[in-house]
């Protein structure tokens, strides 16, 4: 049975993927959050850095879909396996998959952390 958290942030994501506005996904998370993928040198925090983060998300694509494969909730921890498939602003393809980890209180995320295939996002000239 899928986790409620989870389930909600998975949904929400796919939401805003599709309406490109991060609006309902930023709140999902409390004022204090605190998020982090590949491309941050440090976390940005709180709802303004929540909505930072997921605009600079959307941005990086023309279009984007993720597709949610397993999800898990326990102990207050989310983690959510996924495979995004999309176009870049440049027009090219990506198919790339991952992992996020949120911490939550309280039904809100507290903590983001992805993690992912990076190398999907270089040019087919940059990757050789």
């Known amino acids: 049975m899928p986790h409620a958290t989870a389930e909600q942030f998975a949904k929400t994501l796919q939401r805003i993927e599709k309406e490109r506005d991060p609006g309902p996904l930023v709140e999902l998370f409390d004022d204090g959050a605190e998020l982090e993928n590949l491309t941050t040198k440090s976390p940005v925090k709180g709802r303004d850095g929540a909505k ?64 992912y295939d990076s190398a999907a996002f270089l040019s087919p000239a940059e990757a050789k």
């Open 52 to 115: 930072q983060f997921w605009q600079k998300y959307l941005d990086s694509f023309k279009q984007v879909e993720s597709k949610f494969t397993h999800t898990h909730e326990a102990d207050g921890v989310a983690v959510l396996e996924w495979v995004s498939e999309g176009t870049l602003p440049n027009g090219q393809p990506i198919r790339y998959r991952g992992v996020s980890v949120l911490e939550l209180a309280n039904d809100r995320v507290r903590k983001f952390r992805t993690y």
